[in-house]
T-cell receptor, first 108, second 114 residues
């Protein structure tokens, strides 16, 4: 099956800093989603982005499908951004394959 | 428009008991998915259902686990004779019947097996 690798596994930032999270995948995908799992365990949809670039406030994402990677940018980070960020892909089976996540801690 | 609703949020069972987890998809969504998250890990796909049909159960353990999505009512994930290794967070997601397959997740059910 498809392999999904996320980096870095852990990231500690000071409030106000910017960061880039990466997701590499091993095969062509129909769907790519980014999620934020907050400290209470809830999964929040951030982006549906099988290709191209999208922005939502301080967050933006870019997927280069031909090179099989996606990037999530967080600017001016806040303590509420803490949690785990997951990339998940679908190769056409509709089942999502998740990466292992990037655990982000934003310190005040 | 309510989101994906899962209940209960927390479930405690003793070894050998049965666990029933419920999921009501978002309004207008006809596709339901179940995922399991072990502590400190990512989510793993278990099963994909449409109304009255199991479409893909390639991630389901071969024994003790079953899922259904009846014509009326919520989807049910059933775990018989639970063991300690079944302790995990179980998430349900739903999506509309379109090619985009954007999945929206419920808050999860945290199962603890004593």
């Amino acid at each position: 099956g498809i392999q999904v690798e996320q980096s870095p596994p852990d990231l500690i930032l000071q409030e106000g800093a910017n960061s880039t999270l990466r997701c590499n995948f091993s095969d062509s995908v129909n769907n790519l989603q980014w999620f934020h799992q907050n400290p209470w365990g809830q999964l929040i949809n951030l982006f549906y982005i099988p290709s191209g670039t999208k922005q939502n406030g301080r967050l933006s994402a870019t997927t280069v499908a031909t090179e099989r990677y996606s990037l999530l940018y967080i600017s001016s980070s806040q303590t509420t951004d803490s949690g785990v960020y997951f990339c998940a892909v679908d190769t056409g089976r509709r089942a999502l394959t998740f990466g292992s996540g990037t655990r982000l801690q934003v310190q005040p | 428009n309510a989101g994906v609703m899962q209940n209960p949020r927390h479930l405690v069972r003793r070894r050998g008991q049965e666990a029933r987890l419920r999921c009501s998809p978002m309004k207008g969504h006809s596709h339901v998915y179940w995922y399991r998250q072990l502590p400190e890990e990512g989510l793993k796909f278990m099963v994909y259902l449409q109304k009255e049909n199991i479409i893909d159960e390639s991630g389901m353990p071969k024994e003790r686990f079953s899922a259904e999505f009846p014509k009326e009512g919520p989807s049910i994930l059933r775990i018989q004779q639970v063991v300690r290794g079944d302790s995990a967070a179980y998430f349900c997601a739903s999506s509309p019947a379109s090619a985009k397959n954007i999945q929206y997740f419920g808050a999860g059910t945290r199962l603890s097996v004593l």
